[in-house]
C-alpha cells in the first residue's frame, strides 16, 4: 500500500511528464497559443500554464506572452515571486480513527470510514487526491426484517418458518452479540386484475378453491413486527399467520420492499446497526406501469405510506415503484436488500441485482427448509465486500478511484474490494478534477459511503480560479498613465487610450499613425500579426516560432516543408524562403545533388534502367525496381543478367572472377533436384552451356525485397542412342507396318467379294420370278400322259377282274 508521500512523489512525476509532453508534441505550446490577455484566462488554458505579474517582462517591439509554461517564464527573465501557478490540494478537516469492534458501550461511536471529513481546493484541469480507508469491524449490530410472500403458494413455507426466530438468533449469535428480528407479509393489491374482487371472495379469495378451500383477503403490505431482540414474538407472531390468494402471478413485493424501506421508525431500523432485509417469494414481481392494468396512473413518491393498522394504505392508489426509486431509497437508508428466491427465479432477481445497488441473490428450496443458512451465506457474501457510493456529485467535477484491497496492489478505476474479512482494512486513492469554474464564491460539496453503511466522507470543494495578484489592482494607476487599470503586470486602458501603458489615444493613433503600419495602402495594419501602438508595430509571439520585420511580414516557420519538417531539415526559413544547405536545392531543400546513391553494382548509374533524381533513382525501363533500379524480373536482360550470376556462383565459370562475382551477385541462389514453374510472378530462363546443355533457372523478387534465384544442381544434357535399341525400334516398325497394309489389304477384298456376292443374290431371285409369272410357260405333257395312261391300265384291269 503506497503512503500518502509515496502518492505525492507520484503525482509529482505524472505531473512534470505531462508538462514535458505539452511542451515539445509538435514544437507547440498550449499555453502561449491560447493568446490568454490575463491571469484568470491563462490558468483556465491547462493547469501547467503560469501567469507572470513581474513588471518589466519581455523584449522591446514584441507583444510578450505572459502566459506560458513556468520554467518558460523563469528563462525569460520572470523572478519566481511574481509567477501566478496554484495548484489544487487536499487538507483533512476530521479524521477519527477507525474502530475495532461495534457492539459494547462504544456501539453509538463505531467508526468505519477514515477520514471524515475532507477539503480541497481544485484549479481546473489539475487533479487533488486523497486517501479514504475502510474497516467493516467486528461484533456489528445486525437489524434483520424478514419480508415474506404469503400468497397460496408460499403456504408449505409459511409452515417451515414458524419457528423461524429461535433458530435464527442462534445462528446469527455466533456473527454477532447485538441482533434484532422482524416480521413482515404482503400478497398484491386488493384490486382487479391482481386479485379476485367478486362479492363471493371479499373474505376469503379461496372460496370454492377444493385445494384450500379458507384465506384470508389479499392485500398489498402488512407491518407485523417490529425489530425486537425478543425472538420468541417473531415465532408468535409467524404461527398467527394464514396465506391468501391473488389472480395473477407476480406478486406486490416490490412495494413491500419500499414501505419496510423507508417507513424507518414503525420497522425500527437502528441507525448504529447493519440493516438486512431478506426478502422471501416463489413469483417474479410486478414492475412499475403494471399498475396502468388496474386504472393507476399516479406513481410511487417514494414515501412511507403505514395506517394505523401498519398496513400499505395507498395499495390501490398509487403504481409500483421503479427500480431505481427502490435503489435510490435503499441505499439512502443503508439497507442491503437479500432475495431469497426459488432456482426458476434465479436468473430474473440476478439481473435486478445488477440494477440495484447492495442486493444479493440466494436459492431457497421450494419449502424453505435452507433459509436459515441462506440468511447466513447471504451476510457473510455482503460482509466480504466492500464499495464506495458518490452522493451529491457536482456536474463540474470528475472523479477517478483507485483500491488497494488486501494483496496490496493498487487497482486504477475499481471502487470494490471483495473477497475480504471483518475485520480487514482495505483503502482507495480519490482522484478529484474540475472541469471548470463555477460562479464566483459558489462552493460544492459530495459524500462517499460505503454501501449499506452508515458511515460517511463529507467532501468540501472550492475553486482556485483567481490569482492571488488580482488582490493588488490599481484603478488609474500611474504605471497606466493614469488612464487604465494596473492589474497582474498589465494595464487595462480606459476607452480612449491604447498602448501597453496606455501612453496613446485614439485620437492620435488616426491614419497617419496607422498608415506608418501598413506596408502599402490597402494591406492590414502589422499584416495582421501584430498591433501598432505609437507608431510602430508590435508583432505578436506565436508558438510556432518568431515574428519579425517592420510590418511584421516575415516569420521563421512560413517555409515549405517535406514530410511534415521545415525546409526538409536541410536548410533555414528565412522570411517565408527556404536558404538551402550546401549539397541540396529545391523549394523545401528536399533535392540533393549527391549521385553516389544513384550507382548499382555494376557501376551503371541506376543499372541503366533509369535516372538519377535528387539523391535518387527513378526507374524508366517498365518492371524495373529497386533503390538503384536493380531489379526487374520482366525485362528483356533479366535472364541474362542472372545467367552471369548462376554460373560464377554455382559452377565458377563465366566472365566474372570470384571477387567480382560476390560484389555483384548478392542474390539468394536456391538450387533443387527439380525445377518447379507454379510460382506466377517467376520468370523461366534457360541457356545453353559450352557443353550443349541446358540450364534452367527461375528470378523472382520476394516481398521483403530480396532476389531469388532457383536453379538446377545440374545442367539438363542429352544422352547418346542405343545401337540394338535403334535396330529394334526399325524392324519392329517395319513389321508392324506391313501387319497394318495386310490388314488393309483383307478389309478392302472382303469388303469386295460382299458385294459382288450381294449383286449376285440379287440377279438369282430376279430370274426365279420371271420364271413363276410368266403367261407364255406350260408344265412339260410327259407329266399329263403318263397319268392318262396309268388311269387307262386301270379300267381295263377293273374290267378284266368282273
Not at 477520514?115 to 445486525?142: H, I, M, N, T
Not at 435510490?328 to 441485482?353: G, Q, R, S, W
Request: aromatic share 8%.
Amino acid at each position: 500500500m503506497l503512503s500518502r508521500r509515496q502518492w505525492t512523489y507520484v503525482t509529482a512525476i505524472s505531473y512534470l511528464i505531462l508538462e514535458i509532453l505539452i511542451r515539445n508534441v509538435k514544437g507547440l505550446n498550449v499555453c502561449t497559443s491560447g493568446s490568454a490577455t490575463s491571469c484568470e484566462e491563462c490558468l483556465l488554458i491547462h493547469p501547467s500554464c503560469a501567469w507572470c505579474a513581474q513588471e518589466e517582462f519581455g523584449s522591446p517591439r514584441t507583444l510578450t506572452s505572459r502566459c506560458d509554461l513556468q520554467q518558460n517564464l523563469q528563462k525569460r527573465g520572470c523572478e519566481a515571486p511574481f509567477i501566478e501557478s496554484p495548484r489544487s490540494n487536499s487538507s483533512v478537516l476530521e479524521n477519527v480513527p477507525l474502530s475495532s469492534k461495534g457492539s459494547g458501550p462504544t456501539q453509538y461511536d463505531v467508526i468505519q470510514i477514515a477520514p471524515q471529513k475532507v477539503s480541497l481546493s481544485l484549479r481546473p484541469g489539475d487533479q487533488a487526491w486523497f486517501e479514504v480507508q475502510v474497516r467493516q469491524v467486528e461484533d456489528y449490530p445486525v437489524d434483520l426484517y424478514y419480508l415474506m410472500d404469503l400468497s397460496l403458494s408460499m403456504k408449505d413455507d409459511l409452515d417451515t418458518i414458524r419457528n423461524l426466530g429461535t433458530k435464527l438468533a442462534e445462528e446469527m449469535k455466533k456473527l454477532t452479540s447485538n441482533f434484532r428480528l422482524g416480521f413482515g407479509s404482503f400478497v398484491d393489491k386488493n384490486m382487479s386484475p391482481f386479485s379476485y374482487t367478486a362479492p363471493k371472495y371479499q373474505n376469503n379469495p379461496c372460496n370454492g378453491y377444493k385445494l384450500f378451500p379458507n384465506c384470508v383477503p389479499s392485500f398489498g403490505f402488512r407491518h407485523l413486527l417490529s425489530l425486537t431482540d425478543k425472538v420468541d414474538r417473531f415465532n408468535k407472531e409467524v404461527q398467527k399467520q394464514m396465506v391468501s390468494r391473488n389472480r395473477d402471478a407476480p406478486e406486490g413485493g416490490f412495494d413491500a420492499i419500499l414501505q419496510a424501506a423507508v417507513c424507518k421508525e414503525r420497522i425500527g431500523w437502528r441507525k448504529e446497526a447493519f440493516h438486512l432485509l431478506v426478502f422471501a417469494t416463489d413469483d417474479v414481481p410486478h414492475l412499475a406501469l403494471d399498475g396502468k392494468l388496474g386504472g393507476l396512473v399516479e406513481p410511487h413518491d417514494g414515501q412511507c405510506h403505514l395506517n394505523e393498522k401498519s398496513e400499505y394504505s395507498a395499495s390501490t392508489r398509487m403504481d409500483y415503484p421503479s427500480l431505481a426509486l427502490l435503489g435510490e431509497k435503499l441505499a439512502e437508508n443503508n439497507i442491503y436488500l437479500i432475495f431469497a428466491v426459488t432456482k426458476k427465479l434465479y436468473v430474473i432477481y440476478k439481473n435486478f441485482t445488477a440494477l440495484i445497488p447492495g442486493t444479493t441473490v440466494e436459492i431457497l428450496d421450494q419449502d424453505s427448509k435452507n433459509i436459515i443458512q441462506l440468511i447466513i451465506n447471504a451476510y457473510n457474501n455482503i460482509r466480504s465486500k466492500v464499495e464506495l457510493t458518490v452522493w451529491d456529485h457536482p456536474e463540474d467535477i470528475s472523479l477517478s478511484f483507485t483500491a488497494t484491497c488486501q494483496d496490496g496492489r493498487p487497482l486504477a478505476g475499481l471502487r470494490k474490494c471483495a473477497d475480504l474479512k471483518i475485520g480487514d482494512t482495505v483503502s482507495f486513492n480519490v482522484s478529484v478534477e474540475a472541469r471548470g469554474c463555477p460562479a464566483p464564491d459558489e462552493r460544492q460539496s459530495f459524500t462517499i459511503r460505503p454501501v449499506g453503511f452508515k458511515d460517511r466522507l463529507e467532501v468540501q470543494v472550492a475553486y482556485r480560479c483567481d490569482c492571488g495578484c488580482t488582490q493588488l489592482t490599481q484603478p488609474n494607476s500611474t504605471r497606466c498613465s493614469g488612464a487604465g487599470t494596473h492589474s497582474c503586470g498589465t494595464c487595462g486602458c480606459e476607452p480612449g487610450y491604447l498602448g501597453t501603458r496606455c501612453e496613446c489615444q485614439e485620437g492620435e493613433a488616426g491614419s497617419v499613425q496607422l498608415g506608418a503600419c501598413r506596408e502599402a495602402e490597402g494591406k492590414q495594419v502589422c499584416g495582421g500579426r501584430g498591433e501598432c501602438r505609437c507608431n510602430q508595430c508590435l508583432c505578436y509571439e506565436s508558438e510556432f516560432g518568431k515574428i519579425y520585420g517592420t510590418f511584421c511580414e516575415c516569420d521563421d516557420f512560413s517555409c515549405a516543408r517535406h514530410k511534415g519538417v521545415l525546409c526538409s531539415g536541410h536548410g533555414e526559413c528565412h522570411c517565408g524562403e527556404c536558404k538551402c544547405h550546401a549539397g541540396y536545392v529545391g523549394d523545401n531543400c528536399n533535392c540533393s545533388t549527391e549521385t553516389a546513391a544513384c550507382v548499382s553494382g555494376d557501376g551503371q548509374m541506376c543499372s541503366g534502367r533509369g535516372v538519377c533524381v535528387c539523391g535518387g533513382c527513378q526507374c524508366t525501363e517498365p518492371g524495373a525496381f529497386g533503390d538503384t533500379c536493380e531489379k526487374c524480373p520482366t525485362c528483356p536482360d533479366a535472364c541474362g543478367t542472372k545467367r552471369e550470376c548462376v554460373e560464377c556462383r554455382l559452377f565458377g565459370s563465366g566472365k566474372h572472377d570470384n571477387q567480382t562475382c560476390q560484389r555483384l551477385c548478392k542474390d539468394e541462389i536456391v538450387t533443387v533436384e527439380t525445377l518447379k514453374s507454379d510460382d506466377p510472378g517467376a520468370v523461366l530462363c534457360l541457356y545453353k552451356t559450352e557443353s550443349d546443355c541446358v540450364m534452367k533457372f527461375t528470378y523472382s523478387e520476394h516481398a521483403s525485397g530480396q532476389s531469388v534465384l532457383t536453379a538446377l544442381k545440374e545442367p539438363e544434357c542429352a544422352a547418346a542412342p542405343d545401337a540394338l535399341t535403334v535396330l529394334l525400334a526399325v524392324v519392329g516398325s517395319i513389321l508392324a507396318i506391313g501387319i497394318a497394309l495386310l490388314a488393309v489389304w483383307k478389309l478392302v477384298i472382303t469388303v469386295h467379294d460382299r458385294r459382288e456376292f450381294a449383286r449376285f443374290q440379287s440377279a438369282r431371285s430376279r430370274a426365279r420370278y420371271e420364271m413363276a409369272s410368266n403367261p407364255l410357260y406350260k408344265q412339260p405333257i410327259s407329266t399329263h400322259a403318263v397319268e392318262t395312261v396309268f388311269s387307262m391300265n386301270t379300267k381295263s384291269y377293273n374290267g378284266a377282274v368282273h
